[in-house]
């Protein structure tokens, strides 16, 4: 078990901390917590939301009673942890890394003082956890990258990054959804999009899931992009 406290955070939610550090068995007990949280369909209670250490429980104050809500989830956080391994999947995803996709492909080859072929080889050798989604729709923080290889976010973020670019930013690694501006080194480029509205699961990637790039070459992209850009 985890130290952990039940913060009022305002009027209308509570904060449920654990120990500030990007761990995966404290962003899995976030997890777990928050999926107990849902299950218990507590008065009042209008969303649960994940971070790396955190659950933040937003209620509607006319009709959460804000003495029981506490209490309910005092309960919940002393709970001897349930296992919810069968609630994280596995799921592959397909990179074309370098070219016109990894423009700071050769950037992060220069920071770790190696070939981008090598980059490329360290980046795909790690199973990854969706520590938290999040920043727009879909963009899933995974980590954690090979140190070898974990170039700080540029010093002058983009205006614009195209959707379904694949970037490195420190320990993290993210597929962004859509074309919005980011600052972090951008080695390739998914086919697939994290996020889509129209699909029964709009959501590509949730918390907790575990993850594995593969590498496509650019016919292949082009031959299965989502995105219209081919």
């Known amino acids: 078990m985890f130290p952990t406290r039940v913060l009022p955070a305002g009027d209308a939610a509570w904060l449920i901390e654990l120990p500030e550090r990007l761990d995966a068995e404290v962003n899995a007990r976030a997890i777990e917590i928050a999926a107990q949280i849902e299950e218990a369909s507590i008065s009042g209670v209008t969303d649960v939301v994940v971070g790396y250490r955190t659950v933040m429980v937003y209620v509607d104050p006319r009709r959460a009673e804000w003495n029981g809500t506490r209490q309910t989830l005092e309960d ?68 954690s990258v090979d140190p070898s290889i ?15 670019s694949l970037g490195i930013a420190g320990r993290q690694t993210g597929i962004y959804p859509a074309a919005t501006p980011g600052g972090w080194n951008l080695i390739g480029r998914c086919p697939v999009r994290p996020y889509d509205p129209r699909r029964k699961e709009p959501f590509l990637l949730r918390a907790g899931d575990r993850v594995c790039f593969r590498r496509i070459s650019e016919a292949e992209y082009r031959a299965t992009t989502e995105w219209g850009d081919a």
């Open 150 to 164: 974990a170039a700080p976010r540029r010093s002058s973020p983009r205006v614009t990054v195209p959707a379904g």
């Open 76 to 143: 919940i956080v002393t709970q001897s942890p349930e296992r919810v391994a069968s609630r994280t999947r596995l799921v592959d995803l397909p990179i074309c890394y370098g070219g016109a996709f990894g423009p700071d492909l050769a950037d992060v080859a220069v920071f770790a003082g190696t070939e981008p072929e090598e980059v490329i080889a360290r980046h795909l050798a790690v199973e990854y956890r969706v520590f938290v989604v999040g920043f727009v729709p879909g963009f899933a923080y995974m980590a």
